[in-house]
Nanobody
Framework: QVQLVESGGGLVQPGGSLRLSCAAS????????MGWYRQAPGKQRELVAT???????NYADSVKGRFTISRDNAKNTWYLEMNSLKPEDTAVYFC??????????????WGQGTQVTVSS
């Protein structure tokens, strides 16, 4: 059974930085996509950034140039470096992983979420 555990959330002032981590326990079949999503109060969960096990990245327009996703395949861990944070970045951030084009394989693992609050 795979479990994802996020860490690194917290309260930060506008313009500040935070680094989120997502550690996966158990075996994850690759190739896979690792991602970060967020959900603000009263809003739907939205994609923030993804990275494949091969290193290809994708970002939501709202975070391009401010957030960086990275991964360490050997540690089954991926990260979200968040800089120049804005109040509108306030949300619960969830990590996720799913397979990338593996025939006959389907999984969709989520972490429990970590709160990020950007406020002065």
């Amino acid at each position: 059974q795979v479990q994802l555990v996020e860490s690194g959330g917290g309260l930060v002032q506008p313009g500040g930085s935070l680094r989120l981590s997502c550690a996966a326990s158990g075996s994850i079949l690759r190739p896979n996509v690792m991602g970060w999503y967020r959900q603000a109060p009263g809003k739907q969960r939205e994609l923030v950034a993804t990275i494949t096990s091969g290193g290809s990245t994708n970002y939501a327009d709202s975070v391009k140039g401010r957030f960086t996703i990275s991964r360490d395949n050997a540690k089954n861990t991926w990260y979200l470096e968040m800089n120049s944070l804005k109040p509108e970045d306030t949300a619960v951030y969830f990590c996720n992983t799913k397979p990338l084009g593996i025939p006959g394989i389907a999984y969709n693992y989520w972490g429990q979420g970590t709160q990020v609050t950007v406020s002065s």
